[in-house]
């Protein structure tokens, strides 16, 4: 089946620093999914994209759709303790199929 | 509004043991599927229902699972027998049926972390 490259696979920063993460794939995908797990919870949806090249905000955070319909990212600006969690992107291809990545660790530090 | 809940959150058995999970869906929902993580890997699909149908059974492992939603509510994964493979936390999710955004919007469960001994 389809596999996501998520990296990185944890992160350890600072309160008030930005954070990149991002996710590729060898197949395309119709739409791009990033979500947020915190301890002892399901995964709740961040952010959704359906088209390549979108651009798309949720308050601190930012996650475009890539141009080869291959790739994501998401942003976070200006982290905060409550950010703590793992971050996951997923995506949907053309057969409605849900693919998930490994997931990134992120550890705020104040 | 209740969120997807899934029953045991954990659930500790022997390699060979049968072991059941539920889970309760949003109610109103259509979609319902099943995932599972092995620590650190990806959440992976193991299959989907429409109200009551087998959308999509293409990711579960082997003939030791079976999924089922009577009625079209909420759904129960036995596995039978129990491997130690099987470990990791179960993921139920649902959504609805209708426009994109709410078909890509899955709602998830908090897991039931199974371990086999």
Known sequence: GQQLNQSPQSMFIQEGEDVSMNCTSSSIFNTWLWYKQDPGEGPVLLIALYKAGELTSNGRLTAQFGITRKDSFLNISASIPSDVGIYFCAGRNTGNQFYFGTGTSLTVIP | ?117
């Open chain 2, 1 to 117: 509004e209740a969120g997807v809940t899934q029953f045991p959150s954990h659930s500790v058995i022997e390699k060979g043991q049968t072991v059941t999970l539920r889970c309760d869906p949003i109610s109103g929902h259509d979609n319902l599927y099943w995932y599972r993580r092995v620590m650190g890997k990806e959440i992976k699909f193991l299959l989907h229902f429409v109200k009551e149908s087998k959308q999509d059974e293409s990711g579960m492992p082997n003939n030791r699972f079976l999924a089922e939603r009577t009625g079209g509510t909420y759904s129960t994964l036995k596995v039978q027998p129990a491997e130690l493979e099987d470990s990791g936390v179960y993921f139920c999710a649902s959504s609805q049926t209708g426009s994109r955004s709410s078909y890509n919007e899955q709602f998830f469960g908090p897991g039931t972390r199974l371990t086999v001994l």
